[in-house]
């Protein structure tokens, strides 16, 4: 029996970002007040402290802002993956992501795109692999 990864059950500030996930959908909260891409998912804008954030779909695109390659699984789900990689990744949109890459690791600048993990409740967990 293989471990199920472990993911955090959504909030009522997360859910839409979870449900989303379900579609295979990168999704961020936009702030309309000072135009930022917000994350993680929260109720008011950390930069002007408005209230008025939205969800938008982004393109799952991105290139790797930093990595650390892990060869000891920090999970018992983790145990078939290593190594990988948890990465910092600058999205295209321009908010940054820590994520994970499986399979070879990657290098600062290489370019990535979303992939996804099926998890047993319908939702999917946003990985990243080189393009």
């Given at each position: 029996?293989?471990?199920?990864?472990?993911?955090?059950?959504?909030?009522?500030?997360?859910?839409?970002?979870?449900?989303?996930?379900?579609?295979?959908?990168?999704t961020m909260?936009?702030?309309?007040?000072?135009?930022?891409?917000?994350?993680?998912?929260?109720?008011?804008?950390?930069?002007?402290?408005?209230?008025?954030l939205?969800?938008e779909?982004?393109?799952g695109?991105?290139?790797?802002?930093?990595?650390?390659?892990?060869?000891r699984?920090?999970?018992?789900?983790?145990?078939d993956?290593?190594?990988?990689?948890?990465?910092?990744?600058?999205?295209?949109?321009g908010a940054?992501?820590?994520?994970?890459?499986?399979?070879?690791?990657?290098?600062?600048?290489d370019s990535?795109?979303?992939?996804?993990?099926p998890?047993?409740?319908g939702?999917n967990?946003?990985?990243?692999?080189?393009?």
């Open positions: 029996m293989s471990e199920t990864f472990p993911v955090p059950e959504p909030s009522a500030v997360s859910a839409p970002f979870w449900a989303a996930t379900e579609k295979h959908q990168l909260q936009r702030c309309e007040s000072c135009d930022r891409l917000v994350w993680y998912p929260r109720s008011v804008c950390p930069r002007c402290g408005e209230f008025s939205r969800w779909q982004l393109s695109q991105g290139v790797v802002y930093a990595v650390s390659v892990h060869h699984p920090a999970h018992p789900a983790f145990a993956k290593v190594p990988y990689s948890v990465v910092l990744v600058d999205l295209d949109e940054r992501i820590m994520s994970n890459v499986f399979g070879p690791p990657p290098t600062v600048g990535v795109s979303v992939e996804w993990i998890l047993d409740d939702r967990l946003p990985t990243f692999e080189v393009r």
